[in-house]
């Protein structure tokens, strides 16, 4: 994941990169949280009830996720969050959390805004448009990996599930298919929807896909090639390293702030 990371252009020199395990003060924030948190608002969270659904028991790890998460935004004094938006909940009770510390113990977390890009920011199912794509669907033509090989990536965009008016157009509530494929066009090539609907205009679903297949592997190449430099590479490793050093003396800064208004250590 990492590497995908830096493959995809994240600059280590900009942006801290680290293995969350390598750093504790993610457990030990989020159990001072968790501690200020009730049941009753993560038995509402959207991914809680959908990957419980149907079980009688479920693991308590994914009950108390989003206090996780939200350790991971606090611990940083993060105030912009950028995300997909089906985060927005995550967001929400980031900030509900943040907003009850602060209240009760005084000012102690940067209170997060979430940035939702209004094209792209929630990329669908291939071949269920009204899901949100997921690498544990069952259909491996349901998703576009960035490992993806060529011939699949292929496949799986001319599978795509459109609709039987046969003009490209954006319309999310009436044209969920033809609109996803939309947004990761534009996602890939940088145009806006409304100048590849221009492009489009008279053309059929079939040119549209072939186009969309190009600009898709097109983009993913150079991924793939940076990917294969640095997977196993002594670069890597040192990245890691250096960014989870990095990211402790944040979060010690951080952790000693929030011992001292909650009254724990000497």
Request: proline share 3%; hydrophobic share 35%.
């Amino acid at each position: 994941v990492a590497a995908l990371y830096l493959a995809v252009g994240l600059d280590p020199k900009k942006s801290i990169i680290f293995i969350q395990s390598m750093v504790p003060g993610h457990a030990e924030l989020s159990w001072v949280l968790m501690c200020n948190s009730y049941t009753g608002e993560l038995s509402r969270m959207t991914q809680f009830k959908q990957k419980s659904k149907d079980s009688e028991s479920a693991p308590t790890g994914l009950f108390t996720y989003p206090i996780l998460m939200a350790a991971d935004i606090l611990l940083y004094d993060t105030d912009v969050v950028p995300v997909g938006n089906d985060q927005k909940q995550h967001i929400e009770i980031t900030r509900d959390l943040a907003e009850r510390v602060n209240n009760k113990y005084g000012k102690t977390f940067v209170v997060p805004d979430g940035r939702f890009l209004k094209e792209g920011a929630r990329i669908m199912s291939l071949d269920a448009p009204s899901s949100k794509m997921s690498k544990s669907a069952e259909n491996t033509h349901s998703r576009i990996s960035l490992l993806d090989d060529a011939n699949k990536i292929k496949k799986s965009i001319m599978r795509a599930t459109t609709d039987s008016e046969g003009t490209v157009r954006f319309d999310m509530e009436n044209k969920p298919g033809i609109s996803n494929l939309l947004n990761i066009y534009s996602a890939f090539s940088g145009m806006g929807v409304a100048e590849i609907e221009k492009k489009y205009a008279g053309c059929g679903y079939g040119e549209f896909k072939k186009d969309l297949v190009d600009v898709t592997t097109e983009a993913i190449l150079p991924i793939q090639q940076r990917y294969g430099e640095i997977r196993k590479s002594q670069e890597l490793v040192d990245i890691l390293k250096d960014g989870a050093e990095k990211a402790n003396a944040i979060s010690e800064k951080t952790l000693k702030r929030v011992k001292e208004k909650f009254g724990l250590g000497l």
